[in-house]
């Protein structure tokens, strides 16, 4: 007897392989297949008069041949011409084809085929059809239920898949399955079994359109259970980080009001509500894991100080963690200013440093004499130790894997705290898919009299025009970026294609210091220069998106990006958000390659009325799908079965609702819904 665990091998004819192959889909086992669902459907089950058919469908037609004819031209064509008993005609055209298959066309055979509907010189036609030669008695190929066509990898066939996927169906068939989620909705949504058969096979009839749209209720069954889980997965991640022990921190306000004196500025509402929340965490045993969450420019820095002396006061270590140089370097001096005041010595860990400072700053690390030390993926390097670090720090955590952020809270002898910084703000429907696993702090105002930043979109022929606009405010005594995204394929190309940028504004500008920056320079190179902006030594910087996160240069109040329309909305902001930093009224300048289509045009449209980083980021969700948002984090949610959180959303709240109802089932129906729905691979970090 067959069952739905048995190995994919153990299907006849199916070798070592394309098991693995299979394996490499996620597909192991016969439950496995099941899973692996039809990405459309084709409609073979009843014969399309040709004079319904309509260019494009992709329908099935019984015809009569007429005569055929080889073209003999560079690329040699079979054509074979048929007519119906109505007369209308079509042509079927052959690139490929063998003396065999011409020889089977005979005048008067009745011929079924499907394929699309196109249209030639000569009238309707079809190129390589699916077809079956009726009078000479090959099988039809009118099929009783729609025709599943499924999603491939090299070296298996549509005909190949779709047998091994009937198999398991064949198996399901006789087999009872396991239905924890239908248990837990109460019998209320189609079973599991009726959903997999309707998906894989759906009857004559069924209504394909919804199908077609994934809103058939068995669709939205399997949608709501794997969003669920996936939810499920993370709540339990949650609670298991929840019955670990931490650092209990107790809260001190010395510190808290020398901080609150020193600085230039009130904190917002918002930014104390944060606080709050993050002290409420730290101030008990069980580990944070809070996602602080805000605009560009809100302030998300000062927040994190607040964090980190109170481990100060409690005689621990925080560790800060920024994805680039450049912006761990301008965190130290960032930092450094709010604490250095305090008597809090901050120690720093970069790739480009050398053995001799490196050491010294291990060696402060380790011994336990620097409080709070600052880096880039340095910091989790094997030979960096601790003294006792308790909370952990991570800016732009998009651009982190699971794996790093851990592998820096390893270093601390209990579980760390941990504050997660968000570059781009994160529509709330992904917080809650992508992060259930995290609380969240949001910080929703900016500071008090940030000047909105003027943003128009400029065709590149008006480049030109930019010159003596750039020559106006350098006059002024501000600066200025400009921002090349570089489309070519090559890195060679890409240099060129910035280099000229470089020299067309070099040779326009005699007066002004113009500079480039991207991505070919060494850390060091790249540091001098940015250190050289930030000091007003230089007008005008060149740069590829490398200045995109975080860099702070308030005196620069005008940014130009080229070819605006290629970059997503999110990553806009971002870079928009490095402007209107200072006093001065800030221009952002979107250039696009003419003509716009209406689509580009939409986009940059959001921006030039929106200022709002979240409204920005959920327009970015509908637009370009989760995976540009979340960047390199391995969420699992942009990998799903058949849920899409984007075309999905409308059912977040019920999966959120049945996640609940799940996570009070017992816990081996948790196990298998989660096994059944996530990959192996994904879940080994949940137990971290
Ligand atoms: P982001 O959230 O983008 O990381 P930062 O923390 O870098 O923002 O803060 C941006 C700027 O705003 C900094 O110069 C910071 O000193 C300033 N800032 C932060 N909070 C306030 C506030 N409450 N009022 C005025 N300025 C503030
Ligand atoms: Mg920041």
């Keep these: 007897?067959?069952?739905?665990?048995?190995?994919?091998?153990?299907?006849?004819?199916?070798?070592?392989?394309?098991?693995?192959?299979?394996?490499?889909?996620?597909?192991?086992?016969?439950?496995?297949?099941?899973?692996?669902?039809?990405?459309?459907?084709?409609?073979?089950?009843?014969?399309?008069?040709?004079?319904?058919?309509k260019v494009s469908d992709e329908i099935l037609i019984e015809m009569s041949i007429d005569r055929i004819e080889v073209v003999p031209s560079r690329q040699r064509q079979l054509l074979c011409y048929l007519s119906d008993n109505e007369n209308?005609?079509?042509?079927?055209?052959?690139?490929?084809?063998?003396?065999?298959?011409?020889?089977?066309?005979?005048?008067?055979?009745?011929?079924?085929?499907?394929?699309?509907?196109?249209?030639?010189?000569?009238?309707?036609?079809?190129?390589?059809?699916?077809?079956?030669?009726?009078?000479?008695?090959?099988?039809?190929?009118?099929?009783?239920?729609?025709?599943?066509?499924?999603?491939?990898?090299?070296?298996?066939?549509?005909?190949?898949?779709?047998?091994?996927?009937?198999?398991a169906l064949e198996v399901l068939n006789t087999t009872v399955i396991d239905d924890y989620f239908e248990k837990?909705?109460?019998?209320?949504?189609?079973?599991?079994?009726?959903?997999?058969?309707?998906?894989?096979?759906?009857?004559?009839?069924?209504?394909l359109s919804k199908i077609e749209a994934f809103k058939h209720i068995s669709q939205q069954r399997l949608i709501i259970e794997e969003l669920a889980t996936h939810r499920l997965s993370l709540l339990r991640i949650k609670m298991a980080r929840k019955a670990k022990k931490s650092n209990l921190f107790s809260i001190n306000n010395s510190l808290t009001n020398q901080l609150l004196k020193s600085l230039e500025f009130e904190l917002t509402k918002a930014q104390s509500r944060c606080i709050q929340e993050i002290n409420e965490d730290i101030s008990s045993p069980q580990p944070m894991l809070r996602l602080l969450q805000g605009d560009v420019g809100s302030g998300k820095t000062i927040v994190?100080?607040?964090?980190?002396?109170?481990?100060?006061?409690?005689?621990?270590?925080?560790?800060?963690?920024?994805?680039?140089?450049?912006?761990?370097?301008?965190?130290?001096?960032?930092?450094?200013?709010?604490?250095?005041?305090?008597?809090?010595?901050?120690?720093?860990?970069?790739?480009?440093?050398?053995?001799?400072?490196?050491?010294?700053?291990?060696s402060l690390i380790k011994s336990g004499k620097a409080q709070v030390v600052i880096g880039t993926h340095a910091l989790f390097q094997e030979n960096v130790s601790f003294d006792n670090l308790a909370l952990v720090v991570i800016d732009e955590q998009h651009k982190f894997g699971v794996h790093q952020r851990l592998s820096l809270a390893q270093k601390a002898n209990i579980t760390p705290h941990q504050l997660v910084m968000t570059a781009t703000p994160i529509p709330r429907s992904l917080t809650m898919s992508a992060y259930a696993d995290l609380d969240t702090s949001i910080i929703d105002e900016l500071p008090p009299g940030r000047q909105k930043i003027e943003t128009v979109a400029l065709s590149n022929l008006?480049?030109?025009?930019?010159?003596?606009?750039?020559?106006?405010?350098?006059?002024?005594?501000?600066?200025?970026?400009?921002?090349?995204?570089?489309?070519?394929?090559?890195?060679?190309?890409?240099?060129?294609?910035?280099?000229?940028?470089?020299?067309?504004?070099s040779d326009n500008l005699e007066d002004e210091k113009v500079v480039m920056i991207h991505g070919k320079l060494t850390k060091s190179e790249k540091e001098i220069i940015m250190q050289d902006f930030s000091n007003g030594k230089i007008d005008l910087l060149v740069a590829t998106t490398v200045i995109e996160v975080g860099v702070n240069v308030p005196n620069a109040s005008l940014m130009v990006v080229e070819n605006a329309e290629r970059l997503g909305l999110a990553q806009l902001h971002q870079l928009r958000g490095r402007v209107g930093r200072g006093a001065e009224k800030s221009v952002c300048i979107l250039m696009y390659q003419s003509p716009l289509s209406e689509t580009a045009k939409q986009r940059l449209d959001i921006l030039r009325h929106s200022n709002d980083g979240f409204m920005i980021a959920q327009k970015d969700l509908e637009l370009r799908g989760p995976?540009?948002?979340?960047?390199?984090?391995?969420?699992?949610?942009?990998?799903?079965?058949?849920?899409?959180?984007?075309?999905?959303?409308?059912?977040?709240?019920?999966a959120g609702y049945y996640s609940s109802k799940m996570l009070s089932a017992n816990l081996e129906s948790q196990k298998?819904?989660?096994?059944?729905?996530?990959?192996?691979?994904?879940?080994?970090?949940?137990?971290a």
């Design 672 to 687: 298998a819904l989660i096994s059944r729905w996530i990959d192996e691979e994904k879940t080994h970090y949940f137990d």
């Design 627 to 654: 995976g540009e948002i979340l960047g390199t984090q391995q969420t699992g949610i942009t990998s799903m079965k058949i849920a899409n959180i984007v075309r999905d959303a409308y059912l977040l709240k019920q």
């Design 304 to 362: 994190a100080v607040f964090a980190l002396i109170q481990a100060v006061a409690n005689n621990f270590q925080t560790a800060v963690m920024a994805p680039t140089e450049i912006l761990a370097r301008q965190h130290l001096q960032n930092f450094s200013n709010y604490l250095n005041p305090l008597g809090i010595k901050v120690a720093f860990l970069f790739g480009s440093q050398n053995t001799q400072e490196r050491n010294e700053q291990l």
């Design 462 to 505: 008006r480049r030109d025009e930019l010159i003596t606009k750039i020559k106006h405010i350098s006059k002024e005594g501000r600066q200025i970026y400009w921002v090349c995204t570089l489309i070519e394929e090559s890195e060679v190309l890409r240099a060129e294609s910035a280099e000229k940028t470089f020299t067309y504004l």
């Design 1 to 53: 007897m067959s069952s739905l665990s048995d190995p994919v091998i153990s299907i006849s004819g199916l070798g070592k392989k394309t098991s693995d192959r299979l394996n490499q889909l996620g597909i192991h086992n016969l439950e496995h297949l099941l899973f692996h669902l039809p990405n459309r459907y084709q409609d073979k089950t009843s014969i399309t008069p040709l004079s319904l058919a």
């Design 88 to 167: 209308q005609r079509i042509l079927l055209r052959f690139f490929h084809f063998n003396q065999y298959q011409k020889q089977a066309f005979v005048r008067g055979e009745i011929i079924q085929c499907f394929g699309e509907i196109k249209i030639g010189r000569q009238g309707l036609e079809m190129y390589h059809p699916e077809y079956r030669l009726i009078t000479q008695e090959q099988s039809p190929l009118l099929e009783s239920t729609l025709t599943p066509i499924y999603p491939l990898c090299s070296g298996v066939t549509q005909a190949k898949m779709k047998q091994w996927v009937n198999k």
């Design 184 to 207: 837990i909705a109460n019998n209320t949504l189609p079973s599991l079994k009726d959903s997999l058969f309707l998906l894989h096979h759906p009857k004559k009839g069924e209504d």
